[in-house]
């Protein structure tokens, strides 16, 4: 295990980088790399990676992604032009190998007009992925900078992954594992608060159309109200969620959790006339779920509400649609020795974990789930920032969650006899 006088030495070394660190988180920032359009930010991670000793490459997602069974994407961008990053720094044989993996892409600003204009206020930069997850980027960045100069030698590979699409479907990780890049552990850097996910819930994207009868208001009990429907059909996905929150507590890895489960109407269209009785709706949502049930039970449940309705006009005019998001949850073993090797390096440095699911889904999914590579997620402050208008990062905590990737790529990846 790590000593007290190489963990000093990490933390001197990685403080000279502190002015740097906020001008290249800025800069990482002003790139406005939504999901879809990485290209820039990818050039620029490639760059950036390119000036540490070891392998930095481009790894193209190829067309045949598409027709993965895995394959899932909320965006539909053209593969080429924005390959992925991949780093490899090679051990010098014997020690445990492992994957650091964090993504490029960013939700979009939303109402947010200065989100790509990063902003620097005492210790906090704020700016859209600033938290979620540059700030993680930039924090395996100095890690790796800081072992490299302190001229630590591993006997573990490290390799880095910077991802595309992770806030759409993860596609990007699902390209990097189908590329056969395999490690002993993989570590996925998501702003945590310092807490250690080592699962993840699923969630499935739905889209709900209900069809009714025009007609006009004076004969409105003539039409058929679709949106009175709908009414019908969003109690129904309510009682479904008080059903999956009841089946979800005390769910290892969850127990932390009120309300273990999620069924959301994010939107919602349809009518075109206050006296027209309306004859369309459109429900949009997602259900957040955990690993007791998987993504197909879902997918059937939500069919019953639907076609097993006592309606008959609800079980024979709406259609239930299944496209973008489809993560599956995942959920490792208790007290895995790559969960452990986190935490105890995490306690050698002071700080007390818990290890708990991540009531979000991540890249992590596919490295554990297709990958079958032992993965967990751990990285800094997050405060509820990541996805908030004027989103900020406490710039501090990008340098101690580096120390603390460095410490554990040394505990994971050096060999101690
Ligand atoms: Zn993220």
């Not at 994957?99 to 960013?106: E, G, M, Q, S, Y």
């Not at 910077?162 to 759409?168: C, D, H, R």
């Not at 056969?180 to 996910?197: M, N, R, S, Y």
């Not at 949502?285 to 049930?293: A, C, D, E, S, W």
């Amino acid at each position: 295990m790590i000593n007290a006088s190489l963990i000093a030495k990490l933390k001197e070394t990685t403080c000279k980088y502190e002015n740097e660190m906020v001008s290249l988180l800025s800069k990482l920032v002003s790139i406005p790399s939504v999901s879809g359009e990485e290209a820039e930010m990818q050039k620029a991670v490639f760059q950036l990676f390119s000036s540490l000793k070891g392998e930095t490459t481009k790894i193209p997602m190829r067309e045949s992604l598409r027709e993965d069974p895995k394959y899932a994407s909320g965006v539909n961008s053209a593969f080429e032009d924005r390959p992925q990053t991949r780093f490899f720094w090679k051990g010098k044989g014997g020690g445990k190998s492992l994957i650091l993996c964090a993504h490029t892409d960013v939700v979009p600003a939303g109402n947010w007009k200065e989100a790509f204009k990063p902003k620097i206020e005492g210790d906090l930069l704020f700016g859209r992925g600033a938290v979620d997850d540059k700030g993680s980027i930039v924090s395996i960045y100095y890690a790796l900078k800081a072992l490299q100069e302190m001229n630590i030698e591993l006997e573990g590979d490290v390799e880095v992954h910077l991802t595309n699409e992770e806030e759409v479907g993860m596609a990007g990780a699902l390209a990097l594992v189908r590329e056969g890049f395999k490690a002993d552990g993989v570590l996925v850097a998501e702003p945590t608060d310092h807490q250690i996910f080592d699962a993840g819930r699923g969630c499935l994207q739905f889209m709900i159309e209900i069809k009714g009868k025009q007609s006009h208001l004076g004969k409105k009990r003539y039409g058929v109200s679709a949106i009175e429907k709908a009414s019908k059909i969003i109690e129904s996905l309510v009682q479904y969620e008080d059903h999956l929150i009841d089946i979800g507590r005390g769910y290892p890895h969850f127990e932390n959790y009120k309300y273990p489960g999620q069924v959301n109407i994010g939107k919602i269209h349809g009518g075109s006339f206050f006296s027209i009785v309306p004859d369309n709706v459109v429900l949009e949502g997602g259900v957040g779920f955990l690993p007791n049930k998987e993504l197909e039970e879902i997918e059937t449940d939500l069919k019953k509400i639907i076609f097993e309705n006592e309606d008959e006009w609800i079980k024979n005019n709406t259609k239930i649609y299944f496209e973008g998001l489809k993560n599956e949850p995942y959920a490792m073993p208790d007290n895995h020795p790559f969960t452990l090797s986190l935490k105890n390096t995490l306690e050698s440095l002071g700080r007390k974990t818990d290890v708990l699911g991540m009531m979000a889904s991540c890249d992590a999914r596919y490295y554990y789930n297709q990958g079958n590579m032992p993965s967990i997620v751990y990285g800094g402050i997050n405060n509820g920032q990541s996805h908030a208008e004027n989103e900020h990062v406490y710039l501090p905590d990008i340098l101690e969650t580096a120390v603390e990737y460095a410490c554990f790529i040394i505990n994971w990846c050096k060999k101690y006899n």
